[in-house]
């Protein structure tokens, strides 16, 4: 199984700041036939279902702000948010859905300073 | 509205059994895979189980491989998981969600999901 890691398990940021989340995967979920990296960010936040933010590393959902960017290529990844807002608080997890089982990080916790 | 709607879940004892159904509208059901994911009780997200759009191919998590079922009825929109030899440790919400694009594939990202139904294991 590929297994994912994040740090840090939490931050927290001011209003307005810059926050920055990594994520590890233990092989690489870059696709040779396809140049993708198959690598997925969710925002939960409490009593909610996970929310899809970004997908194949880099694409940002439909109706997700542009102050959320992802990065990174083969086992590293970054998800940004250039400039955290109150709404923004959560717990975010990356997923890799290169192979079976897919799997997820074990989240990161975004609070505000 | 497109949404998803869980139910079924509630309190059962190790080794019984229990069937969740999510009830999907507002999209075009058979187009998309869908699967079931689990968050324990103050944890992460583990993925559980997928299906195909059509049915035909369905994928577990070793986890719950050989004891629990993942089936959908097109003709209702419906997506089912039948859970057998229920333990302690699959205690959780169960989210049902959609894959992000339709296709004959199963794709593992997934950008609708429901609120999630309560399963507790426990004597």
């Known amino acids: 199984d590929i297994v994912m890691t994040q740090s840090p398990d939490s931050l927290a940021v001011s209003l307005g700041e810059r926050a920055t989340i990594n994520c590890k995967s233990s092989?690489?979920?870059?696709?040779?036939?396809?140049?993708?990296?198959?690598l997925a960010w969710y925002q939960q936040k409490p009593g909610q279902p996970p929310k899809l933010v970004i997908y194949?590393?880099?694409t940002r959902e439909s109706g997700v702000p542009d102050r959320f960017s992802g990065s990174g290529s083969g086992t590293d990844f970054t998800l940004t948010i250039s400039s955290l807002q109150a709404e923004d608080v959560a717990v975010y997890y990356c997923q890799q859905y290169y192979t079976g089982p897919l799997t997820f990080g074990p989240g990161t916790k975004v609070d505000i300073k | 509205e497109v949404q998803l709607v869980e139910s079924g879940g509630g309190l059962v004892q190790p080794g019984g059994s229990l069937t969740l159904s999510c009830a999907a509208s507002?999209?075009?059901?058979?187009?998309?895979?869908m699967s079931w994911v689990r968050q324990a009780p103050g944890k992460g997200l583990e993925w559980v189980s997928g299906v195909s759009g059509r049915g035909g191919r369905s994928y577990y998590a070793d986890s719950v491989k050989g004891r629990f079922t993942i089936s959908r009825d097109n003709s209702e929109n419906t997506l089912y998981l039948q859970m057998n030899s229920l333990r302690a440790e699959d205690t959780a919400v169960y989210f049902c969600?959609?894959?992000?694009?339709?296709?004959?594939?199963?794709?593992?990202?997934?950008?609708?999901w429901g609120q999630g139904s309560l399963v507790t294991v426990s004597s």
């Open positions: 969600a959609k894959d992000r694009f339709g296709s004959s594939n199963f794709n593992g990202y997934f950008n609708l």
């Open positions: 092989q690489s979920v870059l696709s040779t036939s396809n140049n993708k990296n198959y």
């Open positions: 194949w590393a880099s």
């Open positions: 507002g999209f075009t059901f058979d187009n998309f895979a």
